[in-house]
């Protein structure tokens, strides 16, 4: 059992269903922790296998960034990225080594 197990991660946007994630920002890297993360609503097989594949190039998008300064530690601000009909917002919330992460479909 984890010490994680009752943890709800990610920015609490109010999306469903979403992935939401705790990732370590630092040096220019964002590492995601399978155990720092969790899905959220009711996500059915199809819509997981989909998140599989749009997570990888959001976590290379945002390591992007923060190789380019464009998101730092210290930072409050929002990040809105859009890939196959997918969004990822991600923000610091000034943590100093954290990334809260949310990954959904939009509403229609």
Not at 32 to 47: C, Q, T, V
Request: glycine share 8%; aromatic share 12%.
């Amino acid at each position: 059992m984890s010490i994680f197990e009752h943890m709800t991660w990610g920015l609490g946007t109010p999306n469903l269903p979403k992935l939401g994630a705790r990732a370590i920002l630092q040096r220019g890297y964002v590492d995601f922790l399978g155990d720092r993360a969790g899905m959220y609503g009711e996500p059915d097989e199809a819509w997981r296998a989909e998140c599989d594949t749009v997570l990888p190039h959001f976590l290379r998008e945002l390591t992007k960034m923060a190789k380019a300064y464009q998101i730092c530690t210290d930072m409050d601000a929002v990040f809105r990225l859009e890939h196959k009909g997918w969004v990822c917002e991600a923000s610091p919330r000034r943590s100093y080594g954290y990334l809260y992460l949310d990954i959904y479909h939009p509403a229609n």
